[in-house]
């Protein structure tokens, strides 16, 4: 396609999906946040949309689309309800990781399944003895002639209990030094051993589901290990993570938009002493900066996008986006309920659900200071003397 028929494309998808969010997701999410319950119809509304295969390969069944197109996505979901986008995020992950590294069995096998939404996935990482320091993972997967015998537990995991299958990562080796060589990646579908255990509350991202995962001599097939070779789990993860942290700074975007828009239509309507607010100085100021911030973290996150797209290793720079677009989505947040005073703090608007949801950006995908060590890592690398 040119650059024209991609921009045409993508223009129609996010008018798609932008009336998609304020039409059906808008007027319900209120409602589910507050009761926390799983948005069941409209989830099923983005599956037929296609948007549970927006970057899996058509020839696979998906859209084939880039991710700068994912990232616009992502971001207008998230100005209308950010745990909409729970149920795709962590999906492609999984879907990346199959696409990148999967034999092309594993891809025949799966990617049509994933993109359809027939299946839904997510990623079995975390644990609750450590997020960050993947390389000390405990889960366990023992080779036993055609299957592997998986034991452990991981936590914080999106999609725990309506997800069907899930990027496993778990030790094939506990011996090796450095550890990280002995974690491979498999494709792991629920079943006899593998459960979701409890469900945790939370303070925002509410209405989706984000669990317990518990192996107690779970047996996955050897054909289900992620490009048939051990060992490789933490290279592959590392890699599917940048399109983690693309579409959490894509979030972080649509979050901060999403405030933005509030604050500065109320502070056209809202009068004190005789004048409209948005005539004060100290709020043109605010304005101004929430704008200049929103626009800085978009243009990075879309430049981490289109890097992505070329096929080059991104670490740097969906590490600077993610970093930036999280941190200033809090900031934004926290800025909107300021000009509103009190009716920011009350839930007759969606600003405090905006300032609730803000912190998973910040914590997701490798916190703020995780971030900034990838980040120095890289430009150390790149400046070496």
Known sequence: MTTADIDEVRRQIVA???????????????????????PTELVEQMAEMGLFGITIPEEYGGMGL????????????????MSITAPIGTHS???????????EEQKREWLPKLAS???????????????????SLQTTAVRDGEEYVVNGNKLFITNGRTGDVYLLLAKTDTDIDPQHRGISAFIAEKGPGFTAGRDLNKLGYRGVDTSELIF?????????????????????????????RINIAARAVGVATGAFELAIKYAQERETFGKK?????????????????IHAARLM???????????ARIDLEAGMAKLYASEICAEVTMDAMRIHGGYGYIKDLP??????????????????????LVIARNLLKQYAI
Not at 93 to 103: D, E, Q, S, W
Request: net charge negative; proline share 2%.
């Open 351 to 372: 600003l405090e659900r905006y300032y609730r949801d803000a912190p998973l950006m910040i914590i997701g995908e490798g916190t703020s200071e995780i971030q900034r």
């Open 216 to 244: 107690q001599n779970y047996r996955v097939s050897a054909d289900l290990l992620v490009g048939g070779e051990e060992g490789k789990g933490f290279y592959h993860v590392m890699d599917a993570l940048e399109t983690g």
């Open 93 to 103: 992950i999984l879907t990346a990781a199959i696409v990148n590294y999967g034999t």
């Open 301 to 311: 996150t879309y430049d981490a996008a289109a890097k992505k797209d070329s096929g």
């Open 16 to 38: 798609t999906v932008r009336e998609f969010v304020q039409k059906d997701v808008v007027p319900q999410a209120a409602e589910h946040d507050e009761n926390d319950t799983y």
């Open 117 to 135: 939404g027939e299946k839904r996935g997510g990623l079995a990482l975390t644990e609750p003895g450590g997020g960050s320091d993947v390389a």
């Open 66 to 81: 880039d991710y700068t197109t994912y990232a616009m996505v992502f971001e207008e979901l998230c100005k209308g309800w």
């Open 277 to 293: 607010i948005a005539e004060r100085q100290t709020i043109q100021n605010m304005l101004a900066d929430m704008a200049t911030k």
